[in-house]
């Protein structure tokens, strides 16, 4: 249930969201057991809008993460990613729409060890060209760009055992974001780091964001990260309790 008050921060976006969830349910089965993960989520977001989920551990904030992603199904509702219905799309058809309009960032930051950090950004512009009509070539401007904005740009011939786990995780942004995705999904970024690191990390995304109208959504535990969004989304027991404004900013003592 959505706070009356809050009402008008669900629905403010509606008309041009990039994300639009409705209803969204999700049980999950083993056995004869039933775990209801995700109870009527209803949600949107508008291009370049930064939304940041949070509540306690259990409360489905995975879940919802997972079925935006594409990467499991939703068991009731329908989604609509940038106006088409991703709910209904088949396996082939999801994954395309996912390679070509989301770039993921994880906790762990999930890079490949073998591969310098520069050959982990190129990798990741290969896959989401996959299966693309035509192959984009990697965009040397952008990469100029997220590579100055990420702070990395002396580090991009490192491999991921050379640099700092702060490094490692502008890395793996910069990754997420070299195909221009339109929505940026992000599962607790700044999970493995600490606190200055955390600042710096949620800052560039959010200039990112800004930049390149990207639409971010990012799962955390943590309440001060929270208010970088416009809106915080707050769930709990599988269901949305209430949204607020956010800062848009960090707050930091002086
Ligand atoms: P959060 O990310 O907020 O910690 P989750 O989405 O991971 O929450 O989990 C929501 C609920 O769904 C929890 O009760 C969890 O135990 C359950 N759950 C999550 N994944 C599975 C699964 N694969 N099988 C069964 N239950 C699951």
Redesign the pocket.
């Known amino acids: 249930m959505v706070n009356p008050s809050t009402s008008s921060l669900e629905t403010a976006v509606t008309d041009r969201a990039i994300i639009d969830a409705r209803h969204l349910g999700?049980t999950?089965?083993?056995g004869k057991l039933e775990?209801a993960?995700?109870r009527d989520v209803t949600l949107s977001a508008a291009p370049g809008e930064f939304v940041t989920i949070v509540?306690?551990?259990?409360?489905?904030?995975?879940?919802?993460?997972?079925i935006l992603g594409g990467l499991t199904h939703a068991t009731s509702g329908t989604l609509y990613i940038d106006g088409a219905e991703f709910s209904r799309m088949s396996d082939v058809e999801r994954t395309r729409m996912r390679r070509a309009k989301i770039g993921f960032v994880f906790q762990r930051f999930n890079l490949l060890p073998t591969l310098s950090a520069m050959g982990n950004i190129e990798i990741a512009h290969d896959i989401a060209n996959l299966g693309a009509s035509e192959k984009k070539p990697l965009d040397r401007v952008l990469l100029d760009h997220l590579a100055d904005l990420m702070g990395i740009k002396g580090r991009l011939e490192h491999r991921p055992n050379e640099l700092s786990g702060g490094e490692q995780q502008r890395v793996a942004i910069a990754r997420a974001l070299i195909s221009r995705p339109a929505i940026v999904l992000a599962d607790e970024p700044t999970g493995n780091l600490d606190t200055k690191n955390s600042e710096a990390v949620l800052e560039m995304l959010r200039r990112s964001s800004r930049e390149l109208n990207q639409t971010v959504l990012m799962?955390t535990h943590n309440p001060e990260a929270a208010q970088i969004a416009d809106r915080i989304i707050h769930?709990r027991d599988?269901e949305i309790r209430s949204i607020e404004k956010g800062m848009g900013t960090l707050i930091r003592e002086v």
């Open positions: 999700k999950y089965r083993s775990v993960a995700l509540g306690p551990s259990g409360s489905g904030k995975s879940t919802l993460f997972y799962i769930m599988g």
